[in-house]
């Protein structure tokens, strides 16, 4: 069974799903196994056989600081918004020897 059919079977009988994607998940970020184009491949892929129509399709707005605060402490804001802040959520970073 190909990949596409498997996803047919489990996607579209679900079709109400929504994918929520924006551009700006395509950072590159200095870490050993992340392709930032993963999820556009995954996007196109997915559109490409007629699993992601554009009505499901979502760009997120930014959230306002004040509904983030909902449910992060202000400490952790802060933290992600530095590359030290990260690293304890993300994997090992690249070895910058060849």
Do not use: C, K
Request: aromatic share 8%; charged share 20%; net charge positive.
């Amino acid at each position: 069974m190909t990949l596409a059919r498997w996803l047919r079977r489990w996607i579209r009988p679900a079709g109400r799903n929504p994918i929520v994607y924006h551009t700006v998940y395509e950072t590159d970020l200095a870490v050993a196994e992340h392709d930032p184009r993963r999820g556009a491949r995954i996007l196109a892929f997915l559109s490409a056989e007629g699993l992601a129509p554009a009505r499901i399709v979502f760009t997120p707005e930014p959230a306002p600081l004040a509904i983030l605060r909902r449910v992060h402490a202000d400490a952790y804001l802060e933290s992600v918004e530095s590359p030290e802040g990260l690293q304890p959520i993300l994997p090992a970073t690249r070895s910058t020897n060849p």
